[in-house]
C-alpha cells in the first residue's frame, strides 16, 4: 500500500492486490454545510448521472453496460462518494468517464427526478418499520441536518430549485476534503500517473471547518405513531454515543455485538425471541455519522406486547450496566467483529471503500488495524464503565402500532 499526494493536494491511497481482474477506486468529498432544503443533496446525487456535456443519460448508460463498469454515486451525511470497477485493462478508460461525471455533469431531467424521488420515498414510508425508523431519526436528531428523515424530505423537496442543486454541488467541489482509494492488479507509477492526468482538473483539498453542529443534547422523549394497517407493532429505543474515532468506539462497537448485532448469539435475540417468543426479530445498530453516533435497539412485536418488549430492552441493558460479562463472552464478540472486518474487505472494490471513509472521516486509511488492535485491548470493566456511561435514562422510544 502507498500513500501519495496528487498534483492538486488531494490524499490518495493505492493498494497492489496482485492476480484480481477488476480495479476499484473509490473518491469521498466532504460535506461541510447543512443543505439548504431536505433532499437538496439527495436530489443532486440521483442527477449526477443522468448525462454529462459528452453523453446523454441513455448514453452514458449504455457505455457503462457495454464496457462491464460499474460506475455509482453515493449521497452520505458527511460525504459524497464517487467509485467504480472495472476490468484492468479499461481502467485508464473508466477514468476518462468517472472524471467526465464529477466535472461535467448537466443535471438533466431535473423536474422528472424529482417526482421519481417523492414517489420513491411515499412507496417506502407504506412500510412500517421505514416510519418508525423515519420518527425516530427525526427525533434523535431534531432540528438537525442529520434528522433529514424521509418525512423531512418530501415536505421540503418541493422548495427545492435546479440552482439550488448546481449550487451545492459546485460548492461541495470547491469547499471540501478529498481522499481517494484504487485497489487492483496495478502498476503504483502509472496508477499515479493516470489520476494526476484524469483528476489534476479538481480543486486542491480545503481543511475549513464543518458548519455541520453537534446535535443538541438528547433528552427522555417518548413518540408514537398510529397505522391503521399495522400487523405488528415496532419499537425503537436509542441513545446519542460517541462516533468513529473516539476512544469508545471499540468499546461500543462489542456492546453492539454482545447486545443485538450478532444474531442467534445476541443477548437480546436469545432472551426476546427464544426464551419469551416476543418476536421474529429483534436486532441493534450503531450508526456513524463524524458529529455524533446513535446506538439503537429495535423490535417488531405483537401490539399486546409493547410494554413488555420495552421491559426486556431495560432488563437486557441493566444486566449489561451491571454485571461483568465474561471472558468468553467478550471473546466470543472479538472474534465476530474481527471475522466480519474480514469478510467486508474481501474483495477490491470493498477495500477501497472502507480505506476512503476512514480518511474522509478523519482517520488513516489504514485505520482498520488500529481498530482490531484497539478491540483486542478492550476488558469488560471497560465495557461496563462504557454502558454505564451512554445507557441513561436519556433516550428516544419511538413506538408505531396499529
Known amino acids: 500500500m502507498r500513500e501519495i499526494k496528487l ?51 441513455e448514453e452514458l448508460s449504455t457505455l457503462l453496460d457495454e464496457n462491464a463498469i460499474e460506475l455509482y454515486t453515493e449521497m452520505k451525511y458527511d460525504y459524497l462518494r464517487f467509485r467504480f470497477v472495472a476490468l484492468n485493462e479499461d481502467f485508464e478508460f473508466a477514468l476518462s468517464i468517472f472524471a467526465d461525471i464529477i466535472e461535467n ?37 431534531k432540528n438537525h441536518f442529520y434528522g433529514h428523515s424521509c418525512t423531512v424530505i418530501l415536505d421540503e423537496i418541493d422548495k427545492v430549485t435546479i440552482d439550488d442543486v448546481k449550487n451545492a454541488y459546485r460548492n461541495i467541489l470547491e469547499n471540501s476534503k478529498k481522499t481517494l482509494a484504487l485497489v487492483g492488479d496495478l502498476d ?20 475549513k471547518e464543518s458548519a455541520i453542529t453537534v446535535p443538541q443534547s438528547l433528552q427522555n422523549e417518548y413518540v408514537e405513531l398510529v397505522k391503521s394497517d399495522a400487523q405488528q407493532a415496532q419499537i425503537i429505543q436509542g441513545w446519542q454515543v460517541s462516533a468513529i474515532g473516539s476512544e469508545d468506539y471499540p468499546k461500543l462497537m462489542l456492546l453492539n455485538v454482545i447486545l443485538g448485532a450478532s444474531g442467534l ?19 441493534t445498530s450503531y450508526e456513524n455519522h463524524s458529529k455524533c453516533a446513535v446506538f439503537s435497539i429495535y423490535i417488531g412485536t405483537e401490539p399486546s406486547n409493547i410494554q413488555t418488549s420495552i421491559e426486556g430492552f431495560k432488563i437486557e441493558i441493566e444486566k449489561i450496566k451491571n454485571e461483568l460479562i465474561s471472558e468468553e463472552e467478550l471473546h466470543n464478540a472479538k472474534n465476530n467483529i474481527i ?64
Open 7 to 57: 498534483i492538486n493536494g488531494i490524499n490518495a491511497c493505492i493498494k497492489k492486490n496482485e492476480d484480481t481482474p477488476r480495479i476499484a477506486l473509490s473518491m469521498n468529498f466532504s460535506i461541510i454545510e447543512p443543505e439548504k432544503y431536505a433532499g437538496e443533496y439527495l436530489l443532486m446525487n440521483r442527477l449526477l448521472m443522468k448525462g454529462t456535456k459528452k453523453y446523454s443519460s
Open 105 to 141: 455533469s448537466t443535471f438533466e431531467e431535473f423536474e422528472k427526478e424529482k417526482a421519481k424521488l417523492k414517489g420513491e420515498i411515499l412507496a417506502e414510508l407504506d412500510s412500517a418499520k421505514v416510519k418508525v425508523s423515519d420518527l425516530f431519526t427525526k427525533t434523535i436528531y
Open 188 to 207: 503504483f507509477e502509472n496508477a499515479e500517473k493516470a489520476l494526476n492526468e484524469k483528476l489534476g482538473f479538481l480543486p486542491a483539498p480545503v481543511d
Open 265 to 283: 448469539s445476541s443477548r437480546l435475540f436469545l432472551e426476546l425471541r427464544e426464551k419469551k417468543g416476543l418476536a421474529y426479530t429483534v436486532r
Open 339 to 402: 471475522g466480519k472486518q474480514q469478510f467486508i474487505t474481501e474483495t477490491n472494490s470493498q477495500q477501497a471503500n472502507l480505506m476512503a471513509y476512514y480518511s474522509i472521516s478523519g482517520r488513516r486509511f489504514d485505520y482498520q488495524n488500529e481498530v482490531v488492535e484497539a478491540l483486542k485491548k478492550v476488558t469488560p470493566e471497560e465495557l461496563k464503565e462504557c454502558a454505564n456511561k451512554y445507557f441513561t435514562d436519556d433516550f428516544v422510544l419511538a413506538v408505531l402500532k396499529p
